[in-house]
């Protein structure tokens, strides 16, 4: 009994740590509003309606909330600018996914956690990183993780372009179905109403030139 209190005490503990760490992150990467657990209610909206287990769930809010410690932990000023990446940038931030993975083993997630943040960036047709990985080689957490961080970032305010408002993002999505995700998730997004819109882009004004 002792043992499992204690077991229960730190499943607490990491869950707010990882919480904490996200935070950072949404910071770091210069969201006015919370990012990274917006994508986690996202996710698992669409992961209930694909039947994922409770524990394919649980492992997917974690990864959502930790998908982008990687940036945090390389900790590149360009990530803050309002200017575009150059090709050399552009290439420094394809490892963010793999260091991600290795930051989120050190924060003691589980595996399946740590292999979602490393895919999160895989596209459906191959032209993805790290791996390269295609359609069903991608786990379907991963591919639902790709279609719900694509909509919140598109959404959100960034130093490189304007907000995009919420029926920009959806064309935005249905346009790349097929190359950058998997068209099925996109349709049950597209079903999704209520709460996609609270990070509406007439909250969220551009102060700089878009990339």
């Given at each position: 009994?002792?043992?499992?209190?204690?077991?229960?005490?730190?499943?607490?503990?990491?869950?707010?740590?990882?919480?904490?760490?996200?935070?950072?992150?949404?910071?770091?990467?210069?969201?006015?509003?919370?990012?990274?657990?917006?994508?986690?209610?996202?996710?698992?909206?669409?992961?209930?309606?694909?039947?994922?287990?409770?524990?394919?769930?649980?492992?997917?809010?974690?990864?959502?909330?930790?998908?982008?410690i990687g940036e945090a932990a390389m900790n590149r000023s360009y990530v803050r600018r309002a200017g575009p990446l150059s090709a050399e940038e552009?290439?420094?931030?394809?490892?963010?996914?793999?260091?991600?993975?290795?930051?989120?083993?050190?924060?003691?997630?589980?595996?399946?956690?740590?292999?979602?943040?490393?895919?999160?960036?895989?596209?459906?047709?191959?032209?993805?990183?790290?791996?390269?990985?295609?359609?069903?080689?991608?786990?379907?957490?991963?591919?639902?993780?790709?279609?719900?961080?694509?909509?919140?970032?598109?959404?959100?305010?960034?130093?490189?372009?304007?907000?995009?408002?919420?029926?920009?993002?959806?064309?935005?999505?249905?346009?790349?179905?097929?190359?950058?995700?998997?068209?099925?998730?996109?349709?049950?997004?597209?079903?999704?109403?209520?709460?996609?819109?609270?990070?509406?882009?007439?909250?969220?004004?551009?102060?700089?030139?878009?990339?």
């Amino acid at each position: 009994m002792v043992s499992k209190r204690k077991d229960v005490r730190r499943e607490a503990e990491l869950h707010e740590e990882w919480a904490r760490v996200a935070a950072e992150t949404d910071r770091f990467e210069v969201y006015e509003k919370e990012h990274a657990a917006r994508i986690a209610r996202l996710s698992d909206r669409l992961a209930a309606l694909f039947h994922l287990s409770t524990l394919d769930r649980t492992s997917l809010r974690v990864a959502a909330l930790l998908h982008d410690i990687g940036e945090a932990a390389m900790n590149r000023s360009y990530v803050r600018r309002a200017g575009p990446l150059s090709a050399e940038e552009r290439i420094d931030l394809g490892r963010h996914p793999v260091i991600g993975e290795q930051e989120a083993a050190r924060l003691e997630t589980e595996p399946s956690v740590q292999l979602i943040v490393r895919w999160h960036h895989e596209w459906w047709n191959g032209a993805g990183y790290p791996d390269g990985l295609c359609r069903t080689e991608i786990p379907l957490p991963a591919r639902i993780l790709r279609v719900a961080d694509a909509y919140a970032a598109l959404t959100e305010q960034r130093p490189y372009r304007a907000a995009f408002g919420p029926e920009e993002a959806r064309r935005h999505l249905v346009e790349m179905s097929g190359i950058e995700f998997d068209p099925e998730i996109v349709g049950a997004f597209l079903d999704i109403k209520e709460g996609l819109e609270e990070h509406s882009a007439t909250e969220q004004k551009l102060a700089y030139e878009p990339r």
